[in-house]
T-cell receptor, first 110, second 115 residues
Framework: GQSLEQPSEVTAVEGAIVQINCTYQTSGFYGLSWYQQHDGGAPTFLSYNGLDGLEETGRFSSFLSRSDSYGYLLLQELQMKDSASYFCAVRVVRDDKIIFGKGTRLHILP | NAGVTQTPKFRILKIGQSMTLQCAQDMNHNYMYWYRQDPGMGLKLIYYSVGAGITDKGEVPNGYNVSRSTTEDFPLRLELAAPSQTSVYFC??????????????FGEGSRLTVL
């Protein structure tokens, strides 16, 4: 089967940098995606890594290493509005299912 | 551009009742998905579809049914509602071409309570 593991909670200080890890056990996937979800809202797409390496989008970066079955989301210059849950997800090649990790709740302290 | 539209936004059902959650997208996406999210938890895949006339089970399909008669619509049917089906339901769609990110576009969610 497929599974993605994330820490349940992470706490960081406003203005700092935080890394949210995602380790996975899945056979054949197209790439690793990250989504942000604020309380009461719907998930929104943040980034995608189709190939190994680092992708940067403004204050957010995402990394994938297929050989290590590992990826992470890096948030820089943290702002209070970044307080949310963050999910990693993969689309499985075999059947096109999109599977999500359980999510990491990011708490930001002033 | 409406994106993904879900109705209703809120619903309370009695045990044993049935209902249909509606989902429509206007982006001509061929892939559509239904997820449920319990409080403080992740998204669990219920059913998905890779095109009109094609549906398949996800991780937690029991107690649900779907149909995909058009590209735009992907309704989720709950038969004989149970308290365990109390959850927030999200419909999502994506463009599936090779090399695309497969970004999911989500509806606002339907909050269902079964009493």
């Amino acid at each position: 089967g497929q599974s993605l593991e994330q820490p349940s909670e992470v706490t960081a200080v406003e203005g700092a940098i935080v890394q949210i890890n995602c380790t996975y056990q899945t056979s054949g996937f197209y790439g690793l995606s990250w989504y942000q979800q604020h309380d009461g809202g719907a998930p929104t797409f943040l980034s995608y890594n189709g190939l190994d390496g680092l992708e940067e989008t403004g204050r957010f970066s995402s990394f994938l290493s297929r050989s290590d079955s590992y990826g992470y989301l890096l948030l820089q210059e943290l702002q209070m509005k970044d307080s949310a849950s963050y999910f990693c997800a993969v689309r499985v090649v075999r059947d096109d299912k999109i599977i999500f990790g359980k999510g990491t709740r990011l708490h930001i302290l002033p | 551009n409406a994106g993904v539209t879900q109705t209703p936004k809120f619903r309370i059902l009695k045990i044993g009742q049935s209902m249909t959650l509606q989902c429509a997208q206007d982006m001509n996406h061929n892939y559509m998905y239904w997820y449920r999210q319990d409080p403080g938890m992740g998204l669990k895949l219920i059913y998905y579809s890779v095109g009109a006339g094609i549906t398949d089970k996800g991780e937690v399909p029991n107690g649900y049914n779907v149909s995909r008669s058009t590209t735009e619509d992907f309704p989720l049917r709950l038969e004989l509602a149970a308290p365990s089906q109390t959850s927030v339901y999200f419909c999502a769609s994506s463009y599936s071409a090779s090399g695309s990110t497969g970004e999911l576009f989500f509806g606002e969610g339907s909050r269902l309570t079964v009493l």
